[in-house]
């Protein structure tokens, strides 16, 4: 049906596609739970949040756990090298992602405002871990992973967590936590009313500002050229099965702005993004939380698209040996397996896209604390 | 070379989480289909109290689903962070099902979800039904690819060793999906997850009726749950797992163990009802042994021989000399001597190539292993007997009790006067642990018998662990096992509260604790309307 380079190329699109689900989706329950201290003052503003998403939460982090699981089957080198290399930041984001479902399930089963205060707290810090935590994967990423491959491809990880945690990995976790921030922001604006709805405006034009200010930052920084990107040396035939250890990689000072150089279209990506902050900005001063939602949803698009048009072909570069850098060319399933899997995407991704949709709109309108009050018992 | 305790900490790790998420996977399997016939009979009749019966079952389904979202997510990412050397080596065949699994089955389940319980005034009743059969639907598709998965691990067909990429590759997607330990895992386990709900809504319903109230909705409850429980206890028995257990070498293996048979013995074997397996004499003291039954309960035949342990590692053997001459050969083929002849010597061996990986665990250098190193990696493919042999037994024995137990629930509910029958009402409750007993120790026995392999004849154990260090692994088990503990108190202390509540908890005003006269007057059963008996 498709040759084995088009499939690689495909599964590419599909992963970033499943990223973007994710955090377009999942992005405003994690935002909605980092803003709920600040725009829902008493419980029942708090309930009043966690009822805007309580019918969708669950559905929108299986995106997160498909994307998880398509990296496994597409591209299990980068599934087993990402995983166990960056260990502590994806054992804090689990366990952070442990305290949203019961949190939201438990929280209104007993009347105590303890009990309360504690799962609002853990929703709290259960949106803000994983929030910062993939900016930062990806802020290292730009930069090159101290990853080993020996001769049987064992992945092997010379660095620390705390070594993640370097100025630009924090910068790009800043980008991720004002984006999600602010998508929550300007979901609650659309799904609230009266003053929980002023208060998320108010957070919103200040996420928003601080997006645009760390993500143009953060481009600036990379265009700079302070940070070397990476670039294949070695032409090989994208159509053969690869063994990651056999091309030639160097570290360059324009590595990441060749993609964009070659490409002009790709520069629409940080366009995109700066565009959607711009929007989520304006309107949300004037108030118009449709068109803020979108500004949103647009940045988060422009913001993955700009990290994944940089990396391409790259997906997990090595600093440590930079001929052991994984790309979408080299460490990928079979050409069979990806075949399936496209199978299985087509027939079910469009199905699960309509079904999603019919709940939201089964589910739309405002929620209000008025809402709460005549359903104490049957809502979270 | 990744160190032993990194290894053993992965392992009690990963069965910890593992035994840990199965808690909650059966009841939600069970629940979710019991809630579906509940609201089913409220569309079709039209009575309230199977509404109620819905949403407060429904309650409880929802406390015990948060945990089993929380500790599924575990699963997902443990092999990418402590098996990242398996991730690679198979990921390109165990990896699809598990992709598959969340576009087909989570997206389902996990959307459904929340209609399920924030939908009841928003959609039509035929809607909401709907939407429960599809919670229901997507938690038993769910578990169908996780186990088509965990089957390819027992028995791994349709898949090659790829000396290029180093890997496990797929060649034939239709047998990973009719591999038949896959099939018969599946109906197993969804079985005794439908036994597991059964048992849950019998135990409770069974308080109620020994507290003598909310009757009608007890014994409503009590009738749909005794049913569909004997329907499943019956599908688990006689569909049992024993059926797959003759395809595949780690299987074979694996039934050796579990029968602690170390000699083959003439067909058909007999069952050791009793006795203390030792591995190192490698007998059975005090034996009692039945003539004939595990010949005809692992075998469905009178004539095939059940191969003991002696005999297994004798064929091992040879099976991880010939692996030692496939490792050679993949050294040269990686190493770049690709002739046409080196090719060919290695696709005729390669099948043993696992094997020969098991020397590495004794060997520094797979091809110069001495005999003796040998002998001890053939010794360790048969998996630890006697608590392989003790968990089947116990697993066994619960699914003998819950039998009798819905039998008789199911007769009482048939001359419909189990309200009456204290002593069947306190042997439902009493048997609520069956179920997790049974549950817990049928993975012991599946995968502790799996062992040495984490894919049976193809990659082992040992050779599957993440390259991190001792420090970051009991890290993370101190951590799981605090977390873990933690939740599971929250989940008991709040199970049990709704539990001891009841379908008061609905807040309708219709249910016990929110009468008026609470125990002075004996509560009248609420018999005008028939109950469903089947």
Redesign the interface.
């Known amino acids: 049906m498709f040759d084995y380079e088009s499939l690689k190329l495909i599964w590419w699109v599909l992963v970033g596609v499943l990223l973007i689900g994710f955090a377009l989706t999942d992005g405003f329950d994690l935002g909605a739970a980092i803003l709920m201290p600040i725009v829902g003052r008493t419980d029942n503003e708090r309930r009043v949040v966690i009822?805007t998403i309580?019918?969708?939460?669950?559905?929108n982090?299986?995106w997160l756990?498909?994307a998880?699981?398509?990296m496994?089957?597409?591209w299990?080198?980068v599934?087993?090298?990402?995983?166990?290399g960056f260990?502590?930041a994806?054992?804090a984001v689990?366990?952070a992602?442990?305290v949203?479902?019961?949190g939201?399930?438990?929280r209104s089963?007993?009347e105590n405002t303890q009990w309360r205060k504690a799962w609002d707290w853990g929703l709290f810090a259960g949106a803000v871990v994983p929030s910062v935590v993939f900016g930062v994967a990806f802020g290292n990423l730009l930069q090159g992973v101290p990853l080993e491959l020996d001769?049987?491809?064992?992945?092997?990880?010379h660095g620390s967590f705390w070594q993640l945690l370097n100025p630009f990995g924090l910068l790009a976790g800043l980008v991720s936590f004002s984006m999600l921030a602010l998508h929550g922001g300007t979901w609650l604006m659309m799904r609230t009313e009266g003053a929980i709805s002023q208060r998320a405006r108010r957070a919103s034009q200040m996420l928003a500002l601080a997006f645009l200010v760390t993500f143009i930052g953060a481009g600036v920084w990379l265009w700079m050229g302070s940070i070397n990107g990476f670039a294949l040396l070695s032409s090989f035939d994208a159509n053969a099965?690869l063994?990651p250890l056999t091309k030639e990689v160097a570290q360059t000072n324009v590595g990441w702005m060749a993609n964009y150089v070659q490409y002009p279209m790709t520069k629409l990506a940080p366009v995109i993004g700066i565009v959607g902050g711009l929007m989520a900005l304006l309107s949300s001063t004037s108030g118009r939380s449709w068109v803020a939602f979108l500004g949103s949803s647009l940045a988060i698009v422009g913001t993955l698209c700009t990290a994944g048009f940089a990396l391409f072909p790259f997906i997990m570069p090595s600093s440590f040996d930079p001929a052991a850098s994984l790309t979408m060319w080299d460490a990928v399933?079979?050409q069979?397996?990806l075949g399936?899997?496209l199978v299985?995407?087509c027939i079910?991704?469009p199905l699960?896209l309509t079904?999603?949709l019919w709940?939201y709109v089964?589910?739309w309108g405002k929620v209000t604390t008025t809402h709460i009050n005549d359903n104490p018992?049957?809502?979270y | 070379m990744i160190s032993e305790e990194v290894v053993d900490l992965s392992r009690l790790q990963f069965a910890m989480t593992a035994l840990y998420h199965f808690i909650f996977i059966p009841l939600t399997l069970g629940l979710a289909f019991l809630l579906a016939i509940m609201e089913t009979v409220y569309v079709m009749t039209g009575q309230q109290v199977y509404k109620d019966m819905t949403k407060f079952w429904g309650k409880l389904f929802g406390i015990n689903f948060a945990l089993g979202v929380t500790t599924g997510l575990t699963m997902e990412f443990q092999f990418g962070t402590n098996w990242a050397y398996y991730s690679h080596y198979v990921g390109d065949i165990f990896g699809a099902p598990l992709a598959i699994e969340g576009l087909m089955a989570f997206f389902l389940e996990s959307t459904f979800i929340g209609l399920f319980f924030f939908g009841w005034e928003r959609l039509t009743k035929k809607q909401h039904l709907a939407v429960t059969w599809l919670v229901a639907l997507g938690s038993n598709m769910s578990a169908l690819w996780i186990l088509i998965a965990n089957g390819w691990m027992q028995n791994p067909v349709g898949a090659e060793f790829n000396f290029e990429t180093m890997r496990m590759e797929l060649t034939d997607f239709g047998a990973l999906l009719l591999n038949p330990v896959a099939q018969v895992k599946f109906v197993h386990t969804v079985a005794a997850g439908y036994v597991t709900g059964s048992v849950f809504v019998l135990a409770i319903s069974s308080y109620y009726l020994l507290k003598k109230r909310d009757v009608g909705f007890a014994r409503r409850s009590f009738a749909i749950a005794s049913a569909f429980g004997l329907a499943s206890v019956l599908s688990v028995i006689v569909l049992g797992d024993e059926s797959g257990y003759e395809v595949g070498d780690v299987q074979k293996a694996k039934l050796a163990a579990i029968e602690a048979e170390w000699h083959t013995e003439e067909a058909p074997a007999s069952f050791t009802l009793f006795g203390f397996p030792n591995q190192e004499t490698m007998r059975t003291d005090y034996a009692v042994k039945i003539p004939f039954v595990m010949g005809i309960i692992a075998t469905r035949s009178l004539d095939k021989q059940v191969i003991g342990i002696h005999d297994l590692i004798d064929q091992h053997e040879g099976r991880i000399r010939n692996g030692m001459v496939a490792y050679s050969l993949l050294e040269k083929l990686r190493g770049g001597e690709k002739t046409p002849e080196n090719i060919a010597a290695f696709n005729d061996v390669k099948k043993d190539l696992g094997y020969g990986l098991l020397l590495k665990k004794y060997s520094p250098d797979v091809v110069s292993a001495t005999d003796v190193q040998i002998k001890e990696a053939a010794k360790s493919t048969i998996p630890h007997v006697a608590p392989i042999f003790w968990s089947f037994r116990i697993m066994v024995a619960s699914g003998v009790i819950m039998l009798i137990l819905f039998a008789c629930a199911f007769y009482a509910v048939a001359r419909r006067n189990e309200h009456r029958k204290t002593w069947l009402l306190k042997f439902a409750l009493f048997s609520l642990p069956l179920p997790w007993i049974a549950g817990q120790t049928g993975w012991i026995v599946a995968e502790s018998g799996r062992q040495p392999w984490s894919i049976g004849e193809m990659l082992p154990t040992h050779l599957s662990a993440s390259s991190i260090s001792t420090g970051d692994v009991w890290g993370s088990l101190i951590a799981l096992i605090v977390f873990y503990s933690g939740l599971l108190v929250i989940e008991m202390y709040l199970m049990i509260r709704f539990a001891r509540l009841g379908p008061s908890s609905l807040h309708t005003g219709r249910y016990h604790f929110e009468k008026e006269t609470k125990t002075e007057l004996p509560v009248v059963p609420d018999t005008a309307t028939p109950i469903i008996t089947a």
């Open positions: 009822n309580a019918p969708h939460w669950d559905g982090q299986v756990i498909t998880g699981g398509a496994f089957a597409a299990p080198m599934y087993a090298a990402a995983f166990s260990y502590w994806m054992l689990l366990f992602l442990f949203r479902p019961v939201f399930d438990y089963k007993l001769n049987t491809l064992r992945a092997s990880y099965a063994n399933s079979s069979k397996t399936i899997m299985a995407a079910f991704v699960i079904y999603t709940g089964k589910m018992h049957g809502l």
